[in-house]
């Protein structure tokens, strides 16, 4: 890919950042085989040729969306690694920020959505590989290193926990629109409330503290 280096997706040119900008917008609507270069060119308001000056392929370039997404996510994991927080605190930052990451960046939680919905297996292993990747083993690795301190249980598994989180903040981001006109739900709308009776759970369990444990075993 010339013009833009994949390690640092944010090193752009201006032209670049339209292009981006645009197939962003395009792909999160329509999706990937729905969308052609020409389509991008006159999204951006440039040539077909000055994107190929930048991307070589389509794919370079939806890969270079799917990084732009990726970006700055590990920073995110920061308040797990420094020592100077609990768990539960830590994990309730952690939580809210991914969360409003997500719904302050609805363009790219779409794309990843789209293309977890719909881009079968070596996609997501294309997916995996364009940065998520990292960024999830850095979140389950600081779990591991919480677990190791005595913070979680022994047998807790961090890579679990990391999806149970990151789950439930990505199903609360897709169904929104849906859970809001459920009569039982009043949480909806408020994404902080909606946490903290997530992680609640997650912390504290759902099964009464006095039941026996052989009984809590399906």
């Known amino acids: 890919m010339s013009g ?12 670049a950042s339209r292009i981006l900008e645009a197939a962003c917008t395009l792909f999160a609507e329509q999706g990937y085989d729905a969308v052609s270069m020409s389509l991008i060119a006159q999204r951006a308001g440039i040539s077909k040729a000055n994107i ?6 389509k794919f370079d370039l939806y890969m270079a ?3 732009r997404a990726c970006r700055d996510s590990g920073g995110l ?3 797990l690694l420094e020592r100077n927080q609990s768990l539960a605190p830590a994990l309730g930052h952690f ?12 363009t790219f939680s779409r794309i990843i959505l789209r293309e977890l919905l719909e881009g079968g297996r070596q996609r997501g292993e294309q997916l995996a590989q364009s940065g998520f990747n990292a960024s999830f083993s850095r979140l389950a690795d600081a779990l591991q290193q ?10 807790v598994d961090p890579a679990a926990l990391a999806v149970l989180l ?9 169904a929104r629109d849906l859970i809001c006109h459920y009569s039982s739900v009043d949480f909806a709308e408020d994404p902080d409330r909606y946490l903290s ?6 912390l504290h369990g759902a099964l009464p503290d006095a039941q026996p444990k052989n009984q809590q075993d399906p």
Not at 52 to 57: A, D, I, L, N, P
Not at 146 to 155: C, H, P, S
Not at 197 to 202: E, G, P
Request: aromatic content about 8%.
């Open 4 to 15: 833009v280096h994949a390690e640092h997706p944010e090193h752009v040119s201006e032209g």
């Open 197 to 202: 009776l997530v992680l609640d759970i997650i």
């Open 95 to 106: 939580a809210r920020d991914h969360l409003q990451r997500l719904l302050d960046h609805e």
């Open 52 to 57: 190929y000056h930048h991307f070589k392929t």
């Open 146 to 155: 919480r677990r190791a301190n005595g913070e979680l249980r022994e047998d």
């Open 166 to 174: 990151i789950g439930a903040n990505v199903f609360f981001f897709a």
């Open 77 to 79: 994991v920061q308040v």
């Open 65 to 67: 969306v799917l990084m």
